[in-house]
């Protein structure tokens, strides 16, 4: 309360009730942000300035507080329609020194001392002496700059993108400038977490609503009704993620009827539920002892969420949203086949498995991976799919995430059947003692599985969570059981040069996890095995183009010094033996002791390039593969673990 007082005053600006939100009142709000750790203080902060657009908005004016929003988070559009910033080093270099007069060696070696660009752009205007002063810049204004940024393509768009950056650069005062640059880099690195946008907005939302109704709460009533709002707004987003729905609704009825008005809706896709690793079969009968679970083959191939529209459009999204449809022309055709009559609207949670269509056996992931990711013609699929279906999300006009998984299976078998080669249930077995699924496990890995997925089955809290890494979900990877049990996915920041027959190449690189509380990259190991030459060099063809010799500000290095950085945004699987505290990476720092975790042995499996580098594995989770790596050591040494 007493920060949201104090800032207020702050942020208020200039700003007159219907005009266009300053961006200047943006970046005040962002300044304070970045200035704060704590995660309260920050949600505050925002809490204040969206409440003041609320404020000073016009009646019935979602736009301003959706464009607040996608800036507060630094998208544009919903993750499926895709709009998104990124602009590389090189091009922000020359719209800074176009817009400042300075040359790019100047601004390249204050970035050197830097590590952020945002930094020397704000500096470079410092110095510079202006004539005249620009009109000062609305959101409005920023907002559809940046997006016609990211829309354009072709052949002239990099003169055009360099013109319209200029453009901004030259309006820009104060701590603008910083910020315009961290957005384009598609990094704003102020700590601003989704969940903390999504509380401030209920916080925001309860606040308008005591002002307007004048409503004379008690403390205790009032933290109450944040609470709850908040728990909604959450809970709202993760069915429906997209701000362009939930927040006029919002303005419309209020945070206490949200959740009538913004349900699941097939053509937009949830963030899929995640699974938490095993390293044993003792662990998964440990979690679900006495409990109904179920046991299903884990495919070896690529998240697919099918939507079925009211209209009977069908779209498939990715394990990030992303729209597939393209990339999956097959599918969409073979899935009316395994649709009953009765079905007209729909969304499943499957598997897409390449497959032999002669023999009908299941190819590994990496034959999946040679098809084209986007605009594939159907008449080009020479890597046959197969969809594997293990969940039914809504059925006809109804969500169903709150039903229990027996009951979302049976719909799902009612309302589809299996067609050979193009669609199947997930194989399950529900039987549930060691040996059984022993059996059920090495079974499913002669098929081509990776192993097993375990689920509870029917309880009250067997219900689908969105977005969540839920313990009602294990998975039991049958190659890992006797690592930490799981792979982890880490980005690479880093690249060392290699030594004689890879002197022309990366020999090794330098990996890190991502916290997505501080918007950090933190560094977890190097590595150099498991790679062949000709991996090798499309590693190289692939990074080359995001090297720099600078590390960015939102890289935790410690003590790693790689040859040179990367633009974090190539993710790889990893297998290690196994976890170590580290006086060098910065992995978890904090977490377990002051000391980081690293990885011993880390060994390359693939490129993940279903994920983002936001997605690559949390601090929080190596943190808990360290925790169960130590509690297994010691329970094997006083002989407490079987199998
Ligand atoms: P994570 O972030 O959990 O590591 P991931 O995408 O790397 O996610 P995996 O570790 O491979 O995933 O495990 C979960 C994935 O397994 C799901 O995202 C899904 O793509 C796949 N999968 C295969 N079969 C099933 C199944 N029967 N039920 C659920 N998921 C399945």
């Known amino acids: 309360g007493v920060v949201l007082q104090k800032e207020k005053v702050d942020l208020n600006g200039g700003w007159q009730a219907d005009d266009p939100v300053p961006y200047a009142a943006l970046v005040k709000a962002f300044s304070l942000i970045e200035a704060t750790p704590k995660r309260l203080e920050k949600t505050a902060l925002l809490t204040t300035f969206f409440l003041l657009i609320l404020q000073r908005s016009a009646i019935g004016d979602s736009k301003s507080l959706l464009q607040a929003v996608y800036l507060c988070i630094n998208r544009l559009s919903p993750d499926y329609v895709g709009v998104e910033l990124g602009i590389g080093e090189n091009l922000l270099v020359k719209a800074i020194g176009q817009s400042t007069g300075r040359s790019a060696a100047q601004i390249k070696a204050d970035f050197k001392k830097e590590g952020d660009l945002g930094l020397v752009a704000m500096k470079s205007k410092k110095n510079q002496k202006t004539l005249f002063k620009a009109k000062p810049l609305t959101i409005p204004f920023v907002f559809s700059s940046l997006q016609e940024i990211a829309t354009s393509s072709g052949h002239a768009s990099q003169g055009k993108k360099v013109s319209i950056m200029v453009k901004i650069l030259t309006a820009c005062q104060g701590f603008e400038a910083k910020y315009i ?69 919002l303005l419309e009825v209020g945070i206490a009827c949200l959740h009538d008005r913004c349900k699941l809706t097939p053509g937009i896709p949830l963030k899929p539920m995640l699974a938490k690793p095993t390293k044993a079969i003792g662990e998964v009968l440990h979690r679900f002892e006495g409990m109904d679970f179920t046991c299903e083959y884990k495919y070896d191939g690529e998240r697919a969420q099918v939507h079925k529209m009211e209209d009977g459009t069908i779209g498939i999204f990715s394990r990030n949203s992303e729209d597939m449809s393209k990339k999956y022309p097959d599918l969409i055709e073979q899935l009316p086949r395994c649709i009953r009559a009765s079905t007209n609207s729909f969304v499943i949670d499957a598997e897409a498995v390449a497959i032999n269509k002669s023999t009908g056996m299941l190819m590994p992931f990496q034959h999946l991976s040679k098809r084209k990711r986007k605009d594939v013609r159907f008449q080009d699929v020479t890597v046959h799919v197969c969809l594997y279906a293990f969940d039914l999300l ?51 890995i002669k098929d081509g599985c990776e192993g097993l997925m375990v689920k509870m089955l029917a309880s009250d809290n067997s219900y689908y969570e969105p977005s969540r890494r839920s313990v009602n979900w294990l998975k039991l990877k049958k190659d890992y059981l006797h690592g930490v049990g799981d792979s982890l996915d880490l980005v690479v920041v880093g690249g060392y040069y290699g030594k004689g027959k890879r002197a022309n190449v990366y020999g090794a690189f330098l990996l890190a996890c991502y916290d997505t509380n501080t918007e950090e990259f933190q560094t977890i190991c190097k590595i ?116």
């Open 394 to 444: 809504y059925l006809n006009g109804e969500p169903l995430l709150q039903k229990d998984l027996k009951k979302r299976r049976a719909l799902l078998r009612q309302h589809f059947q299996s067609i050979p080669g193009e669609f199947d249930f997930a194989k399950a077995s529900d039987s549930n003692t060691i040996d059984e699924i022993e059996a059920f496990l090495e079974e499913s």
């Open 181 to 249: 640059v961290r957005s384009l880099e598609g990094k704003l690195r102020i700590g601003n977490a989704e969940r903390t946008v999504l509380v401030a907005l209920a916080h925001a939302a309860v606040l308008a609503e005591m002002e307007r109704d004048q409503a004379k709460w008690t403390p205790h009533e009032l933290v109450n009704r944040l609470d709850e709002a908040a728990r909604v707004m959450k809970s709202v987003y993760s069915e429906l993620p997209t701000y362009e729905k939930v927040i006029p609704a």
């Open 528 to 643: 150099g095995t498991g790679f062949s030459e000709e991996q090798l060099q499309t590693h190289y063809d692939m990074l080359k183009p995001l090297q720099s010799l600078n590390i960015r500000g939102d890289i935790k290095a410690g003590g790693a010094q790689p040859d040179v950085w990367f633009e974090p945004k190539i993710v790889w699987e990893v297998l290690t033996a196994d976890l170590s505290l580290s006086p060098i990476y910065t992995a978890a720092q904090g977490l377990i002791e002051e000391r980081g975790i690293s990885l011993r042995f880390p060994r390359f499996i693939r490129p993940r390039e279903d994920k983002s580098a936001e997605d690559s594995t949390s601090p929080e989770q190596i943190a808990e593969m360290y925790q169960r790596q130590t509690l297994i050591e010691s329970k094997r040494n006083t002989n407490e673990i079987g199998d």
